[in-house]
């Protein structure tokens, strides 16, 4: 239980176009959804929390109007990347909280982006 | 905001010895500290959890101990094996509900055979 995907877990793309990211709690709800990033041999950054029906939260620094975070149901969220650059290139990492538990988040596999 | 830091970032030990980690957190709201597991490529895998109100908590090899007037937890695996060979990392989650994981900087495990 409480398998979280992600797809996809590599893309490519031209500097300039966007980029979407979906992230799905394949056997439970999750009310709640955290998106993180994270640089090769760094640690995860938190870069928004996705509650469903409502409007993302963004951490200090993340540029709302860039990542642009949609949790239209209890079992799916979508982060995307706009107009995307180079230095946008990441692993994007999805979390994703049972609506039964208050705390224990469980992660998804990540997102490869390069940004040519 | 919360703070985690994390040490060492490298620990390389013997198969079938211990590895302890410890973390420290700056938020003394915070109510719950994960740990997690991260294999190269792959999203973190969550191995063991401890809340505010427990000191210390046991899953098989994998122990953890929080130490809330000094603000500090620890992961404690014993009789390691090659397969923990991984990025371990910390967390902590302030008071809130909704908040999301401060996390560690993260340490390599590295077991030798």
Redesign the interface.
Known sequence: GAV?S?HPSRVICKSGTSVKIECRSLDFQAT?M?W?RQFPK?????MA?S?EGSKA?Y?QGVEKDKFLINHASLTLSTLTVTSAHPEDSSFY?C?ARDRRS?????????T?LLVL | GENVEQHPSTLSVQEGDSAVIKCTYSDSASN?F?W?KQEL??????II?I?SNVGEKKDQRIAVTLNKTAKHFSLHITETQPEDSAVY?CAA?SGG??????????THLIIQP
């Open positions: 979280v992600q709640t955290f993180y760094q640690s995860l950054m938190l929390t509650n939260t951490e990492i979390s208050v705390e224990t988040q469980y992660f998804g596999p990540g490869r | 719950y994960p997690y490529g792959k999203g973190p895998q969550l959890d809340r990392f989650r509900g909704a908040d999301g994981l401060t996390f560690g900087k993260g």
